[in-house]
């Protein structure tokens, strides 16, 4: 929450100190001893320090500790705001501690109202021990193996899998038909690439020595002697995904041996390939190195955002941001810092020029959220003709009498009780007393000229529509949500948290028909109204149904309490699903409010309806080229309705709970078109599912939400937004319609260039966002960003930002398959990848040999190398979650892709690949959806102890979904590690523990995605080698 900020005279700012402070105080977590290494070396410094804090409840109510900084210094007179000279990023200050696991409170610092015209001035920012993954401790060498890591590797075929094992029911993530896909491409179509393998991934894994041979070189190639005797070649492959295989290419080598000749004539013999050395799988590019460098280079110091065109750390590094003239990396994210100048420069490099924009983006507790500014009746200061708010941009020229605008260069008057004199360098006096003259990010309180229909807008308010049809019932939901939200509805979101929420609350349930509750506060007992004519759907009532929920509490809590005993028998098995939305709107209308619905479904609505659907599901069209019609609407109903739900500005939010076939394409429509989200509890069980539902839950309605949003970029002369991708609604190219946006949701916007660029002036782009806050309050939200602009493709690489390609690549996978076949897609990701590698190649890296791939950039090269395999792979694996890709931020689609695996004695990652796994140890895997707790079969007895309660591997329940509290160091730790990941994702991520040998465990295989999945997806060596021989075909 903001106060409103008057300017008034220049204050005096006190010098910023860069020292840390002491660390805020937390739940001391014992040490363990050193023998509880179990014979691994203790490390210098453990990633998880005595800095995480208790993980029992927490209080939803109450603000973060928020530690206010100083306003930033003005620079020296003869120093501009922005530089434009590339300068590296300076290192950055981390923020540590888990975030709790129910959503806090998102509240504003009050500017002090004695000194309206200041900005709170506080103690430094705090430094405390960066989260889980620190910096990588060396494992014990290969002669002195931990007991917690005994035992050499093993290879793929070490421990096969049960043959025949039914699977487990589906969990998120992995529900639905498997996608097929096609084999690997041969290995021996492409060259190994030659790169430093990482000390850090030479610690972690020492490949073991084939017979008769030492260990493979770093670079390995093609050219060299023959392989020593016993030496083993790649085991066979069947035709790649990447489509049949012709036969070698002109000056590529044979099939390696045991590969069918694919190229040859049936019956004809294949070749005697050459001799070939094996690629040494350590030194391959991995992206573990290059984040732990960059949380050892960028995050001990703050990242200042004044100087133009700097890339920030990547986002699995903990930083803390200054804003001095450019929005937050929180805010937007660019997929390149320095643009080119012309289109023909940003087609060659084939690199996307994109922002990926956070408009309500959460700050942690030592970074200040955008001031709030208040001009009164007069509005915003705007340029004349683009009508840009003002910002750091803009000039003022004849002694502070108009302004010239830095998106289009119009001169605009500057109105009488906005005029300041200028100094001796051009600048207002007053500049670095007006957060929208000196700062990247900041809000407007809007006029009411900027209200739909000219008038203010009412508070907002929360309907709650639970499904009490037989299935609902049976598994459990409708006693559960009702419980839930006796607690739940204490903790709705505000922006102050000393006052009341103005949030209003109503509540249907439904299964043929729909049944609508009184629950005004002087009624003794709640009155149902039942309405059974679907086809034409009204509201009952208007008094009565949206209601406070401190006024209304008694009567709130007895309905909660009876609806679950009055469809305990219900028998009723079908319900409809469009009628209910359109309630929900129904409402909202007559309140003349804007809100959110909170869904709670659990079956294909076939009941005689509006919106009535059939079950479509058809296996045989996967793979096939009708496959995209299984991710398109099967009803034009539901697209109406979601137009209707933007225009008042009502949000959806659906949590499913399907038994079978429920038709996500279909019903998603209004959640993606409104801005809002899906979750999916595919055969909800209570005792299993309960804890991430209500987790899920927890967080939705109380994180922080704004209402009827519009959203808007503008950009300087020389470029413009093309294209959007996310969840919400656009009625023209322009306008970015969001019902409800959240803390969580993002929006990417793609540029091109209709015009030269300057190097000297750069690129400026500038977000608007005009939404509702919590309190029914109209306001405009600002970010602004200026980038560089180059001529050379060698800047141009140098200041990728990977994290957000990689962004881009998924939404536009996204939108891609729901009008292409999945493999047309995928290869296309493939080769733009290619693309992007071999325009480096051919224009800046330097001279090398014709068996080698390399960049500048150890971060360019092995997340760009990685990027489509990556790809490659989501299409297949994550269908289910497409809704969430399209809105979610970088942390999450770069944990879909690049999977965490841990090494739980140390901690430390590893390589994502089943050779990395000892039967002696115990792994943590991530996936963003789920965390895999694998535990080797000869783990050592005391390490099963302090982590399961039971020495014995035979006794380890695999149903169990979370770890017993047990008093010991390393059971605490563990818990700590569990909790801090879940604390960093949007939903919570259910445990998952994975014995070895047991049938869960092909499921865990299914991510480790370095390795040959079973479904035909290529391992990660094959992968390169393919993109090898791509980049030869186009550099040829």
């Known amino acids: 929450m903001s106060a409103p900020y008057t300017p008034a005279a220049p204050p005096t700012f006190p010098p910023t100190s860069t020292a840390p402070s002491q660390p805020p105080p937390t739940e001391a977590v014992a040490q363990p001893p050193p023998q509880s290494y179990y014979g691994a070396p203790p490390p210098a410094q453990l990633p998880f320090p005595n800095a995480f804090s208790s993980t029992g409840p927490t209080q939803p109510q109450a603000p973060p500790p928020v530690s206010p900084q100083s306003f930033p210094q003005a620079p020296p007179v003869s120093q501009p705001p922005f530089s434009t000279a590339q300068v590296p990023p300076g290192p950055t200050q981390s923020y540590g501690g888990p975030l709790p696991p129910t959503q806090p409170s998102f509240s504003r610092p009050l500017l002090p109202t004695s000194q309206p015209s200041t900005f709170p001035a506080g103690p430094p920012p705090t430094s405390t021990p960066s989260q889980l993954p620190g910096v990588m401790q060396p494992q014990p060498p290969v002669s002195q193996p931990s007991p917690y890591h005994s035992g050499p590797p093993l290879t793929s075929t070490g421990f096969p899998p049960q043959v025949g094992a039914p699977p487990r029911p589906p969990f998120a993530g992995m529900q639905g038909p498997p996608m097929a896909s096609q084999g690997p491409p041969m290995a021996s179509q492409g060259l190994p690439l030659a790169s430093q393998g990482s000390p850090m991934a030479q610690a972690n894994h020492v490949p073991p020595t084939q017979p008769g041979m030492p260990p493979g070189p770093i670079n390995a190639s093609l050219s060299g002697p023959p392989p020593q005797p016993g030496m083993q070649g790649y085991p066979p492959q069947q035709n790649g995904a990447f489509g049949q295989v012709r036969g070698p290419q002109p000056g590529y080598t044979g099939p390696y041996p045991g590969q069918p000749n694919y190229g040859a004539p049936s019956g004809a013999p294949a070749a005697a390939p050459p001799a070939l050395k094996r690629l040494d799988p350590d030194s391959i590019p991995s992206p573990i190195q290059v984040i732990e460098d960059d949380k050892a280079n960028k995050g001990s110091e703050p990242f200042t955002t004044g100087v133009r065109g700097q890339a920030p750390p990547l986002v699995t590094t903990k930083f803390q941001v200054k804003d001095q003239g450019n929005a937050s990396p929180r805010y937007i994210r660019c997929t390149a810092y320095n643009i080119p100048c012309n289109s023909d420069m940003a087609k060659q490099s084939q690199v996307p020029l994109a922002a990926v924009i956070k408009p309500l983006a959460p700050l942690p507790p030592d970074e200040t959220p955008p001031y709030l500014v208040d001009h009164g009746e007069s509005g915003p200061i705007r340029c004349n003709r683009c009508k840009a708010y003002m910002c750091p941009y803009m000039q003022f020229i004849e002694g502070g009498r108009r302004f010239q605008c830095g998106f289009c260069s119009c001169v605009t008057e500057v109105p009488p009780h906005y005029f300041q004199h200028l100094d001796h360098t051009g600048k207002r006096v007053d500049c670095y007393d007006r957060p929208e003259l000196s700062m990247g990010s900041y809000e407007f309180t809007a006029t009411v000229d900027y209200c739909k229909n000219n008038k203010i807008p009412q508070p907002p308010a929360f309907i709650f529509l639970i499904d009490v049809s037989y299935n609902a ?149 996967v793979g096939t080229d009708k496959e995209k019609s299984l991710f398109q609407p099967q009803v034009s109903f539901y697209n109406t309705l979601a137009k209707e739900c933007v225009a008042q500005g009502c949000c959806v939010d659906l949590f499913l709970f399907p038994n079978q076939y429920v038709d996500v394409a279909t019903l998603g429509v209004v959640p993606t078109s409104t801005s809002g989200s899906i979750y999916k509890y595919t055969y909800f069980q209570a005792s299993s599912d309960q804890e991430r539902f209500l987790n899920d839950l927890r967080r939705d309605v109380q994180k922080q939400v ?44 793609e540029f091109r ?57 998924a939404k536009y996978a996204y939108r891609s398959v729901l009008c292409s076949p999945i493999k047309n897609v995928r290869d296309s990701l493939v080769n733009q990848c290619a693309q992007i590698l071999a325009c480096y190649r051919k224009n800046c890296a330097s001279p090398s040999s014709a068996g080698q791939v390399t960049m500048e950039n150890q971060h360019t090269k092995t997340q760009c190398t990685v990027l489509s395999y990556k790809y490659y792979l989501l299409m297949i694996k994550y269908l289910q979650c497409f809704c969430h890709i399209l809105h979610c931020a970088h942390s999450l689609i770069f944990t879909y892709i690049f999977l965490s695996l841990f090494l739980m004695s140390l901690p430390v990652a590893v390589r994502n690949s089943e050779e990395r796994l000892s039967r002696g140890g115990v792994y943590l895997l991530e996936n963003g959806l789920n965390i895999f707790l694998w535990v080797g079969v000869n783990a050592q007895q005391e390490l099963l102890q302090n982590i399961f309660g039971t020495p014995a591997f035979g006794q380890i329940d695999p149903n169990m979904t979370s770890l017993p509290a047990l008093d010991n160091p390393f059971s605490k730790r563990l818990r700590e590690i569990i909790e801090s990941f879940r604390a960093q994702r949007s939903r919570y991520m259910k445990l998952m523990v994975v014995k070895q040998e047991d049938k869960l465990e092909l499921i865990f295989k299914h991510f480790l995605v370095e390795d040959k999945s079973n479904n035909g997806g290529a391992s990660y060596v094959d992968f390169l080698c393919h993109m090898h021989k791509e980049i030869r075909q186009l550099l040829s």
């Not at 200026?786 to 930002?801: G, H, K």
């Open 473 to 621: 019932v049976k598994n459990g939901m409708v006693g559960i949500v009702c419980q839930e939200l006796k607690t739940l509805l204490d903790y709705l979101p505000r922006e102050n948290p000393d006052v009341e929420s103005n949030i209003r609350v109503g509540f249907v349930t439904y299964n043929k028909v729909l049944h609508f509750y009184n629950v005004k506060a002087s009624l003794a007992q709640p009155q149902m109204m039942v309405v059974s004519d679907v086809a034409d759907m009204f509201v009952p009532l208007l008094d009565g149904f949206l209601v406070n929920v401190s006024e209304s509490r008694v009567v709130i809590e007895s309905l909660l309490d009876q609806i679950p005993e009055m469809f305990a028998d219900t028998r009723e098995t079908e319900s409809v699903f469009g009628p209910v939305i359109q309630a929900g709107l129904e409402a909202l209308k007559a309140a003349d409010c804007a809100g959110k619905l909170f869904v709670f479904h659990s079956s294909l609505p076939i009941a005689e309806a509006p919106g009535k659907l059939k079950n479509r599901e058809d296996k045989k069209l």
């Open 706 to 749: 704004g209402f009827d949003a519009l959203m808007r970029v503008r950009t300087s002369t020389g470029i413009r937004a093309t294209d959007f991708f996310g969840s919400f609604y656009m009625s023209n190219t322009t306008d970015v319609e969001l019902a409800g946006l959240d803390c969580d949701k993002t929006v990417t916007v």
């Open 753 to 809: 260039h209709d015009d030269k660029l300057s190097e000297e002036t750069g690129a400026l782009m500038q977000c608007a966002v005009l939404y509702t806050s919590c309190s029914g309050q109209r306001r405009l939200r600002i970010h602004n960003m200026a980038v560089n602009c180059c001529s050379q493709l060698a800047d141009l690489y140098r200041n990728c930002e990977t994290d957000t390609i990689i962004n881009f690549f």
